[in-house]
T-cell receptor
């Protein structure tokens, strides 16, 4: 595998379910990001991790819980979501978050909340 | 707060024609990215513009940056069907490599 991978690619869940999104980067990067892309809004930054430490939480509701166990993996744990949380969730990585390094994006997980 | 505006949001054009997509942003930044997204796919990096007056070209696409006007343009020359996609500009916000995205321009090139 090369680049940034995400699983699953599609997820349908009920509002009471708990699920997790997974992101893995094979680029040797130290910073990872979660973005949300909804139909009616521009791409929104949710979380930033640098060297496994969360450095940004963009006022995201607590029903989204990120986890970064190491610099190659990033998870987004989901629980008691709302239908308006249905969106494409994109993961990205960059060499670091200090200098202005290009971010590389994964293919995304298309989430539908029923 | 940094805001990024793209226009037009939707562009339908004939093959062989030229057109320009505009990206305006509200606060000072000296780094701007253009991305392409195909339906159901992720974002593919097209250009990184690092300084005032920067111009980059790849095939039928040319991007430029005017940091004084806070404006970037993506010019399409002699469009072909394969260029149909959604194009996003993104501006770096503050220290820390945070990107703020425009709403995207949906480009449809008709044969």
């Amino acid at each position: 595998e090369t680049g940034v991978t995400q699983t699953p690619r599609h997820l349908v869940m009920g509002m009471t379910n708990k699920k997790s999104l997974k992101c893995e980067q094979h680029l040797g990067h130290n910073a990872m990001y979660w973005y949300k892309q909804s139909a009616k809004k521009p791409l929104e930054l949710m979380f930033v991790y640098s060297l496994e430490e969360r450095v940004e939480n963009n006022s995201v509701p607590s029903r989204f819980s990120p986890e970064c166990p190491n610099s190659s993996h990033l998870f987004l744990h989901l629980h008691t979501l709302q239908p308006e949380d249905s969106a494409l969730y994109l993961c990205a990585s960059s060499r670091d978050r200090i200098t202005y390094n290009e971010q590389f994006f994964g293919p995304g997980t298309r989430l539908t909340v029923l | 707060e940094l805001k990024v505006e793209q226009n037009p949001l939707f562009l339908s054009m004939q093959e062989g024609k030229n057109y320009t997509i505009y990206c305006n942003y509200s606060t000072t930044s000296d780094r701007l990215y253009w991305y392409r997204q195909d339906p159901g796919k992720s974002l593919e990096s097209l250009f990184v513009l690092l300084s005032n007056g920067a111009v980059k070209q790849e095939g039928r696409l040319m991007a430029s940056l005017d940091t004084k006007a806070r404006l970037s343009t993506l010019h399409i020359t002699a469009a072909v069907h394969d260029l149909s996609a959604t194009y996003f500009c993104a501006v770096v916000r503050e220290y820390g490599n945070k990107l703020v995205f425009g709403a995207g321009t949906i480009l449809r090139v008709k044969s």
